[in-house]
């Protein structure tokens, strides 16, 4: 059974950095790329970016370059995303998902949900 | 990057009805059109890709269709559970883009 394990809620103050993960079962994790999206309280999905694990290659949405960091643990089988500079604007639900086939999201994380406040 | 919008931005149906959210590309996607349903304080669940083809496991009272930059998603004879919002997804280039969902409420 596939699964992505996400790490716990995060609660961080403004102008710090935080780092989440999404550990990875049920497949042979170097065989799919990981992606992560955002969702803000009541707002649609919004794609971070991509990593590809087998080759460390990863992809960005121009919006969140310089904001989100991916990085894969092959020993592991995780994919973590670090954000950084953190305002209330990233207060949000994360989520890691597989890409299965090529374009469409197979599987997703259960999300974490960071909240930015002093 | 590719603009998705979705319409209508929210549904009020009965069970046993029918229902069909549209989802418009900025631009032609040549099939590569993914939907999504999400419950509230859930993940995302994959419903469709290719545009028509239906994920293992989903009933088939959910369909969809269309090409090039017009598709549908339909729910033929709504059951509770499928109260939930529903997104589509640009699945051809990256930026991979959402549109804005659709929020299906129960009358």
């Known amino acids: 059974e596939v699964k992505l394990q996400q790490s716990g809620d995060e609660l961080v103050r403004p102008g710090a950095s935080v780092k989440i993960s999404c550990k990875a079962s049920?497949?042979?994790?170097?065989?799919?790329?990981m992606h992560w999206v955002k969702q803000r309280p009541g707002q649609g999905l919004e794609w971070i970016g991509a990593?590809?694990?087998?080759?460390?290659?990863?992809e960005y949405n121009q919006k969140f370059k310089g904001k989100a960091t991916l990085t894969a643990d092959k020993s592991s089988n995780t994919a973590n995303m670090e954000l950084s500079r953190l305002t209330s604007e990233d207060s949000a639900v994360y989520y890691c998902?597989?890409?299965?086939?090529?374009?469409?999201?197979?599987?997703w994380g259960q999300g974490v949900m960071v909240t930015v406040s002093s | 990057d590719i603009q998705m919008t979705q319409s209508p931005t929210s549904l009020a149906a009965s069970v046993g009805e029918s229902v069909t959210i549209t989802c418009l590309a900025s631009?032609?996607?040549?099939?590569?059109l993914v939907w999504y349903q999400q419950k509230p304080g859930k993940s995302p669940q994959l419903l469709i890709y290719?545009?028509?083809i239906l994920e293992d496991g989903i009933p088939s009272r959910f369909s969809g269709s269309g090409s090039d930059t017009q598709y549908s998603l339909k729910i033929n004879s709504l059951q509770p559970e499928d109260f939930a919002s529903y997104y589509c997804?640009?699945?051809?280039?990256?930026?991979?883009?959402f549109g804005g969902g659709t929020k299906l409420e129960l009358k």
């Open positions: 049920g497949y042979t994790f170097t065989s799919y790329s």
């Open positions: 997804q640009n699945g051809l280039s990256t930026p991979r883009t």
């Open positions: 290719g545009a028509t």
């Open positions: 990593i590809i694990p087998i080759i460390d290659t990863t």
């Open positions: 998902a597989r890409h299965g086939g090529g374009y469409y999201f197979d599987y």
């Open positions: 631009e032609d996607i040549y099939g590569s």
